[in-house]
C-alpha cells in the first residue's frame, strides 16, 4: 500500500499552524511544518513533500520569493494561502505555477478538501497514466515527457498538463472553462480564458503545430480546444476541398 502523502504547512502563526495540522493528521496525511520561508525551502529539500501549503505572508523571507524557489526546483504541488486583502498575491502565486489558493480566514475542511484535490489531478492521473503514442507525437505522463518524430520537445509544467489532459481523450472537445477548471485547478472566473488561449499558442509552436490548419490542437470555435491524433482520418464533412 501507498505511504500517506506528505504535506509540508508553511505558517509563522503557530495557532493557524496547528488547525491545519491536525486537520491534515486526522485525515491520514502526514506532516511537516515550518514557520518561514528559509525553514520552508529547507524543509522541501530534506523531506522531499508531496504538497506545501504555503502562506504567503512570512518573515524573512516573502511566501512569494518561497514559491519561486520552489518552482526553480520542481513540481511539487503548492497551494498558497492569503490573507483577505491578498487578492494581488493570489494572482502573482497563480502565475508563477502555485496550484490552487485558500484565503483567510478559511475552513480547515476546506484546505483537507483542496489538498485531496489537488493531489488527486496531479499525481493520481500521472499514476494511473500510460505512454500515449500518436505516431510522431509520443505523449509520457509518468515521465512528463514528450517527443516528436523521436525529438524530444521541452514543455513547461502547465503546457505539459494540458497536452496531456486534451490528448487523453482524443477528438473529445473540451470547454475553455472546463479546461481552466481541470488542468490550472482555476475557480470560474478566477482566470481569463486568454491564458488558455496563450498556453495553447506556445505549444503549437513547440509542437511545429501551426503550418496551416492546426494539426494536433484543434480549435473548435467558441467553444474550446480537441486533441486529433494524427493517423486518425479528418471528421467527415471537413474536407470538401480534398474530395476526389
Ligand atoms: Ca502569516
Known sequence: MRRAP??????????????????????????VEASDGLSALDAVARSHPDLVILDLGLPRMSGLDVLREIRADGDVPVIVVTGQSGEA???????????DYVTKPFSPREVVARVRRVLHRTQGAGEAAHTM???????DPKAREVHLKGEPVELTRREFDLLAY????????????????????????????STVTEHVYRLRSKLRDRAGPARWIRTVRGV??????????????RRADSSR
Do not use: C, M, N
Not at 502563526?13 to 506532516?31: K, Q, S, W
Not at 503514442?133 to 505523449?139: A, P, Q, R, S, W
Open 6 to 31: 506528505l504535506v509540508l504547512v508553511v505558517e509563522d502563526e503557530p495557532a493557524v499552524r496547528a488547525v491545519l495540522a491536525e486537520a491534515l493528521a486526522r485525515d491520514g496525511f502526514e506532516l
Open 89 to 99: 498575491d493570489r494572482v502573482v502565486g497563480l502565475e508563477l505555477g502555485a496550484d
Open 133 to 139: 503514442d500518436f505516431g510522431e507525437l509520443v505523449i
Open 166 to 193: 486534451l490528448a487523453s481523450s482524443p477528438r473529445q472537445v473540451f470547454s475553455t472553462q472546463q479546461i481552466l477548471r481541470e488542468v490550472w485547478g482555476s475557480e470560474p472566473g478566477w482566470q481569463h480564458t
Open 224 to 237: 474550446g480546444y480537441r486533441f486529433v491524433p494524427d493517423q486518425s482520418p479528418a471528421a467527415p464533412g
